[in-house]
């Protein structure tokens, strides 16, 4: 006998119809089985904690596309002092304001202001929406949504460089300011 309960009579009988829904019983419930664990485990795997990417010296990674695609400003504006979120009641009314007013399309009663926007809409990308976070500025530390004044070090470097540091070079291209920041 090669196994109990085995016998070449048992083999030889046809199987009754109830021993193939047993034995698919037994096969899908070890895929269940199979399938609750796979899922668990990469339920557990996904609550792990986002960490920022690092560039090689440590510093945090900031490579990638900048858009301007938004109307949520850099800084907090006077107006919004203080108010580190808009309410949903206000995104739409604040959208539809900064919206029309930078509007280059529509007609000023000054010809020289109107000339100078020559660029129409087309040209630009500031979009038309705040941020999904419903902040007022960019800047989220400091709390005041300010960019921070420039450190003593700072000032005296910047003294040192001179007053063409925004000038262009001569070549088309235009260093940055130094004038962010100084308060």
Known sequence: MLCPGFSAERA???RRPSDHMKLR???VSVLAGVLVVTATGQGLA????WTAPRTADGQPDLQGVWTNATITPLERPADLAGKEFFAPSEVAAYEKKVVENANVDRRRSDVTADVGLAYNEA???RGTHVVKTLRTSLIVDPADGKIPALTPDSERRAAAVGDDWGA???VGAV???LGA???
């Open 181 to 183: 920041g100084r308060r």
């Open 12 to 14: 030889s009988k046809k």
């Open 168 to 170: 262009d070079d001569g």
């Open 46 to 49: 996904a609550k792990k904690a």
């Open 25 to 27: 019983c037994v096969v």
């Open 123 to 125: 040209w630009w990308d």
């Open 175 to 177: 260093r940055p300011t």
